[in-house]
């Protein structure tokens, strides 16, 4: 059973919680075992508001829990979600989706079932803006080359003229300023960086005076005066291959690549032969496509990228505001109240 955070491996087996009272709501899960299934500090706190019901007891008798399920509880983009779900759940209401990123559901297919979509934004934002500065912290000073060096048996010195890059003063260019990278935004003032953004939307001139941050209406503005490039947008099919060879050759030669949105943000091939060329000078990912990457990946083997397994709200804190969240946003809808943190379609 999964923890709550990042599954490591596997946990002590335990029998599965009771299906519990059979007046709670039906609410389907993924499971309680595995990388994708429910935080297990969470169940109990579930348990007390729903009658969860697994993905495999639903195909094991999709006549008999069909019917009963009227939520879908989303942990780490699961049970996926497609017509063949949705048409064996007359009942559904309501799909709580943990996250803010929705590239993994069809939201129209969704709505056209007349089920509602709720997500959990406020959860991801601190956490997920705490890992883009240590990112970019990471790799500026070289800190995994250093602990790498640090703890190395062929180790015999340490050389003076090894030497990172200093964040104090520099230039970061922030694509995506909603609440993650506005969050990232604060963060960065505090080490006295020069903050550029580039959003759908200009932020109010009171928003960019508290961070100091100057928008660039043109993309092409912030990659060519950037040192520092943090990505904090969301994938959508105008967001996709949004940073590909182009864009890359626009940035500096000495300027670092910072990805915390989406994997498929970034052409992959065109990152790589970037890094190994010196177009830019290095990279570090929190996300990735596909997750993880293949293990002969050319990313896994260039010095100069720091990589991370998608932790960007991976903290105790951050989940259970997350699996609270979703409780109220299913309740909410189940009692025909508005739902907190509704997606709606645009």
Known sequence: MSRCGLDTGSSPTRAMPA???????????????????????????????????????????????????????????KPHINQELLQSLPSLRVIASSGVGLDHLDLKLIDSFGVKVANTPHAVA????????????????????????????????????????????????????????????????????????????????????????????????????????MLAVNLTPQSQGLIGRRELSLMKPTATLINVGRGLLVDQDALVEALQTGVIKAAALDVTYPEPLPRDHPLLELKNVTLTPHIGSATHQA????????????????????????????
């Open 19 to 77: 299906m519990g009272d059979q007046e709670l709501p039906g609410v389907l899960v993924s499971g309680f075992e595995g990388p994708y299934s429910i935080c297990e500090d969470h169940v109990g706190v579930l348990q007390k508001h729903f009658n969860l019901i697994t993905m495999q007891e639903f195909l094991e008798n999709k006549t008999h829990f069909g019917p009963k399920i009227q939520a879908i509880y989303l942990w780490a983009g």
């Open 126 to 229: 601190n956490p997920t803006a705490d890992l883009g500065m240590a990112l970019l912290l990471a790799v500026a000073r070289r800190v995994v080359e250093g602990h790498q060096l640090a703890i190395s048996p062929h180790t015999e010195n340490f050389s003076a003229n090894w030497l990172g890059e200093e964040v104090t003063g520099a230039t970061l260019g922030i694509i995506g300023m909603g609440s993650i990278g506005y969050k990232i935004a604060q963060r960065a003032r505090a080490f006295e960086m020069k903050i550029l953004y580039h959003n759908r939307k200009r932020r109010s001139l009171e928003e960019e005076e508290a961070v100091g941050a100057t928008y660039c209406e043109r993309l092409d503005d912030l990659l060519q005066q950037s040192d520092f490039v």
């Open 319 to 346: 989940r259970r505001q997350m699996m609270e969240n979703l409780v109220e946003s299913i309740l909410a809808s189940l009692s025909g109240l508005p739902i907190p943190n509704e997606v709606l379609l645009k």
